[in-house]
């Protein structure tokens, strides 16, 4: 196995679906606690947020995982390269490390599973600094809650993204070029999720396309 991060389990387990759920639940427990819990007789008072507490929950979440992917890589004999690897020719691989020692390996078969990318909007310029303009992995980084956070694309991890943030008391706006959210999955099931998602206060600006995104003194402007 070849792998750029120091770390195994590719996007889902570092930067994804694992991380992502850690902050979901969290998220959603601060909500009952703040809004359910009366109206079953739990009298708590207003919850306080704490969320560097909340992020070393996520992060410990993340931590255990990869470590039994390397545990079970290491008891099942499989030898573990870190760096980014490059095809030379049939069945020769490059390894290169972060010091830039290279390590050549062969192998009879090679499976290329170099996981996703970030998506922008078509011809739009976005640079990514990771705190005011931030892909995914960004959003699951922020050290605190944003005042206003807008979303581009309703897909799955927008929606998952945004809600997360908007639990934890952020203005959201979300922008969907296409005249529905979750493009892709079954209509009924889109509206509904639309109806949840506007109780929970989340703004949808549908049918509407991004033409810039760009950084300013006070965030961004899109």
Excluded at 89 to 111: F, Q
Excluded at 187 to 216: E, H, M, P, W
Aim: net charge positive.
């Amino acid at each position: 196995v070849v792998e750029k991060r120091a770390t195994h389990g590719g996007t889902c387990l570092n930067v994804g679906c694992i991380p992502s759920k850690a902050l979901l639940h969290a998220s959603e427990m601060f909500e009952q606690a703040g809004h359910d819990f009366p109206a079953l007789g739990i009298l708590v008072g207003k919850p306080k947020l704490d969320l560097p507490a909340m992020m070393k929950h996520k992060q410990d979440t993340v931590d255990a995982n990869v470590n039994g992917v390397a545990f079970l890589l290491k008891k099942n004999k499989v030898d573990a390269y870190t760096g980014t690897g490059a095809i030379k020719a049939a069945g020769k691989v490059d390894v290169t490390a972060d010091d830039g020692k290279i390590t050549s390996l062969e192998a009879k078969n090679i499976v290329i599973a170099t996981g996703s990318d970030v998506a922008t909007p078509p011809g739009v310029d976005v640079e990514f600094d990771e705190k005011v303009i931030v892909s995914s992995t960004g959003a699951l980084e922020l050290p605190k809650t944003p005042g206003k956070l807008i979303v581009i694309g309703a897909g799955v991890i927008g929606l998952e993204m945004g809600s997360v943030w908007r639990r934890l008391g952020s203005e959201l706006t979300v922008i969907e070029y296409l005249d529905r959210i979750l493009p892709g999955m079954d209509g009924d099931v889109a509206k509904q999720c639309q109806r949840i998602f506007a109780k929970q206060g989340v703004v949808f600006n549908l049918s509407s396309k991004v033409t810039a995104v760009t950084k300013t003194k006070k965030g961004a402007s899109v």
